[in-house]
């Protein structure tokens, strides 16, 4: 399948509220088949690089106002572990609602390192669109958009994750302590039961599989593409995609 | 330019930001399509396109002269309510914009006088203002050029804009870090918590440069909202599963362990993600500096014109190797080409296509196939 295909499915699946924040790729790619291979064209060309920047524009809006959030949540939820894990039940009753907040957030915490690890996401597809719709434009028009424009990109808020990575494993850090002892994948096969076919964790599956899918050799694959994605345990995570019968709550 | 210090945020600037919304606006009332600032990295494509736009519109924002700028909303009616200049909710409150414009008369020094003319004009709208501000802080900076790098601000050092090529006159964008994050709570505490606190005097409190009070506010809406809504958090993308912890609390064990089980293989996924993406972004930045060491190659070789022409791979192989011998030997010499660019192109493109002879270095394709392998064990 052609990356314009996997992005739409991908946004169509993605989390609500995400829709619309995704690489236009279609309309660029349009926009790129109506312009003419004239040199001398020079607006068409300064449209479409409007037309990126704009889209560059919504990246970085929408990638930055989710990071303030992350920031933000990711010291409350701190917070909050430290006030459960304070509160250490002496009677049964106590127990019990410690128990369920100790539930609650664990759930709360692996779901909030989704997230972050699917706007990580975000930004990588819009990064590989942009360098596949830049490529494509110059095979179109024989210009050198390409290579300038990408170094700018790399540039901008949206594709400087580091942050957003630097909460993930701070996150994973907390999640170890949370969790007694982390088990190997391999024996959690018997858990696929428990997995809900919906929220942030379908989410995470989908775009494993849609980055592999993307990475498949193509007709343009040269050295200067993505080696293919050699993901093991494919199949396990394959098989999540299907819901069960068992939501987890 | 840009500091590394990292205890306060980044102030991104970017300035596609006015003139998308400025468009959108504009082209519901004028026909000619409004000029924008071309971000674009090619420098002498965007004063090209400067210019073109200048002489075909009558809004032009390349001028200097305030007049022009306080003349601009008669143009374009920015009331439309799709006008979105910020993203944030609080477009056009009137209260905002005096607790607003007070900030702006007391703290802002580095703006000029006519500012404070613009503020008390009653005939523009709540709307009008907030963008201008925004437009710029220096003031110099009315005229939104492109290729100036650094904003004029004096005092700037703590928020730097991030080093992006577009010109810094527009919107300066917050872009928070944990550490500005910290600051922030510690000032909200001091005054007795998210409820009391308000944003000027968490802006007060917080003495941060180039922080503003619209910051301030929109961040501490997400943190009260983030307070009083743990989780799910309502921004949107987590979806409203009814938290049933009552049955949890009911259920066995056995369930409960495979809940965690569950949550296990979760993270599993999540960190394996992650991981893949970290490399797949490593692997593509540096396909981009290959590119653009090939690029410089070529750019060279186009100078000295040598082999220019040759359309055999193995010659350019060759002519590569002579050329860097070349490079390093002898001092640069003037440009004699009378035209590079034509000279270049042919060449590019050629080499674009015959990557495979050129990069059948063993080193770059074992370094590929080193990174792939790596992913995989």
């Not at chain 1, 924040?21 to 312009?35: A, E």
């Not at chain 1, 302590?177 to 379908?202: C, H, Q, R, S």
């Not at chain 2, 409004?34 to 032009?60: C, H, W």
């Not at chain 2, 944030?88 to 607790?99: A, F, L, R, V, Y």
């Amino acid at each position: 399948m052609k990356f314009g295909k996997r992005l739409k499915q991908h946004v169509q699946e993605t989390l609500p509220g995400w829709h619309n924040m995704y690489l236009n790729y279609k309309g660029l790619k349009k926009h790129v088949k109506l312009i003419s291979s004239s040199l001398e064209c020079e607006i068409s060309e300064d449209e479409f690089v409007y037309l990126l920047d704009n889209e560059v524009e919504k990246f970085n809006v929408f990638f930055m106002e989710q990071e303030e959030d992350f920031i933000i949540r990711h010291e409350e939820m701190q917070q909050r572990i430290k006030r459960i894990i304070v509160n250490e039940p002496s009677s049964q009753e106590e127990y019990e609602s410690y128990e369920q907040e100790m539930s609650k957030i664990k759930k709360d915490i692996v779901d909030f390192h989704g997230e972050m690890v699917l706007l990580v996401n975000y930004s990588n597809i819009n990064y590989t669109g942009m360098t596949k719709i830049l490529k494509k434009y110059d095979k179109r028009t024989g210009g050198f958009l390409r290579l300038p424009f990408i170094q700018k990109v790399m540039e901008q808020p949206f594709f400087t994750t580091e942050l957003v990575s630097k909460l993930v494993k701070e996150c994973e850090t907390t999640i170890g302590e949370l969790f007694p002892a982390m088990v190997a994948v391999e024996e959690m096969t018997k858990a696929t039961g428990t997995v809900a076919g919906e929220g942030i964790f379908k989410n995470t599956v989908k775009a494993l599989l849609t980055m592999k899918e993307i990475r498949k050799g193509s007709s343009t694959h040269s050295h200067f593409s993505l080696p293919t994605l050699n993901l093991r345990d494919i199949e396990l995570i394959r098989s999540f995609q299907f819901s069960s019968p068992i939501p987890i709550i | 330019m840009s500091s590394t210090n990292e205890t306060v945020g980044h102030i991104v600037s970017s300035s596609s930001e006015i003139s998308t919304n400025l468009h959108i606006s504009s082209e519901e009332t004028c026909s000619k399509r409004p000029p924008f600032v071309n971000q674009s990295s090619g420098v002498l494509r965007s004063t090209a396109f400067r210019d073109y736009m200048k002489e075909n519109n009558t809004i032009s924002w390349c001028t200097d002269s305030m007049s022009d700028f306080l003349d601009y909303p008669e143009n374009i009616p920015i009331k439309c309510t799709n006008l979105q200049i910020m993203p944030s909710e609080d477009i056009g409150k009137p209260n905002d914009w005096q607790d607003w414009a007070d900030q702006l008369i007391t703290e802002d020094d580095g703006v000029t006088p006519n500012w404070n003319e613009i503020l008390v004009d009653t005939d523009v709208s709540d709307q009008i203002p907030k963008m201008e501000y925004h437009v710029g802080k220096s003031s110099k900076a009315l005229s939104l050029q492109v290729n100036s790098l650094v904003p004029a601000s004096p005092g700037d050092a703590c928020n730097p804009v991030t080093p992006s090529s577009c010109g810094s006159q527009s919107k300066p964008r917050m872009r928070w870090t944990p550490e500005l994050h910290e600051a922030f709570v510690e000032a909200v505490n001091k005054l007795g918590g998210s409820e009391k606190a308000t944003p000027k005097g968490v802006l007060k409190l917080m003495k941060v440069e180039g922080l503003t009070i619209y910051h301030v506010k929109s961040h501490l809406q997400k943190y009260r909202t983030a307070k009083y809504k743990p989780e799910p958090s309502a921004e949107g993308p987590s979806e409203k599963k009814p938290t049933q912890i009552q049955d949890l609390s009911s259920l066995d064990l056995k369930t409960s362990s495979e809940i965690t089980e569950a949550l296990r293989l979760q993270i599993e996924v999540q960190k394996r993600l992650h991981e893949q993406l970290e490399i797949q972004k490593n692997l593509q930045m540096r396909i981009e500096e290959q590119g653009k060491y090939l690029q410089m190659i070529f750019e060279k070789q186009c100078k000295f014109g040598i082999d220019a022409f040759q359309p055999a791979s193995s010659t350019q192989e060759k002519s590569e190797t002579e050329l860097t011998n070349e490079i390093s030997s002898s001092p640069t010499q003037t440009k004699t080409e009378p035209d590079p660019a034509k000279v270049g192109s042919p060449l590019l493109q050629k080499q674009d296509e015959e990557l495979d002879p050129l990069e059948s270095q063993p080193a770059k394709r074992a370094k590929l196939n080193e990174s792939s392998s790596t992913e995989s064990s």
